[in-house]
């Protein structure tokens, strides 16, 4: 069983830099992808970027590509979204995922969930 905490949403300006942060309990934390997946109002739960489980291949999403960073930090069981350069269509609610798995290649199948931290960019 693995529980995920996101924090780090808020209201920013276009242009603006934000940070989310994913907590996730559990021993065996290392041995799960992560992905960040975000879901805007009224549209359907879009892949924004993955990290394999020991942090050596990451994955994004062809509209963030440049823009955000996925990291993890095994010991202290995190995982982090660096967004940069935010655009209005960056706005929604990021979901912080976890899937145990060996062959993760992003996308939006996983086996844990996060509640949701909410993001704004204003224009």
């Known amino acids: 069983q693995v529980q995920l905490v996101e924090s780090g949403g808020g209201l920013v300006q276009t242009g603006g830099s934000l940070r989310l942060s994913c907590a996730a309990s559990?021993?065996?934390?290392?041995?799960?992808?992560m992905g960040w997946i975000r879901q805007a109002h009224g549209k359907e739960r879009e892949f924004v970027a993955g990290?394999?489980?020991?942090?050596?291949?990451?994955y994004y999403a062809d509209s963030v590509k440049g823009r955000f960073t996925i990291s993890r930090g095994n010991a202290k069981n995190t995982v982090y979204l660096q967004m940069n350069s935010l655009k209005p269509e960056d706005t929604a609610v990021y979901y912080c995922a976890a899937k145990y798995t060996s062959y993760y290649t992003g996308g939006r199948d996983y086996d844990y969930w996060g509640q949701g931290t909410e993001v704004t960019v204003s224009s």
């Open positions: 559990g021993r065996t934390f290392s041995s799960y992808a």
């Open positions: 990290v394999s489980w020991n942090g050596l291949r990451t």
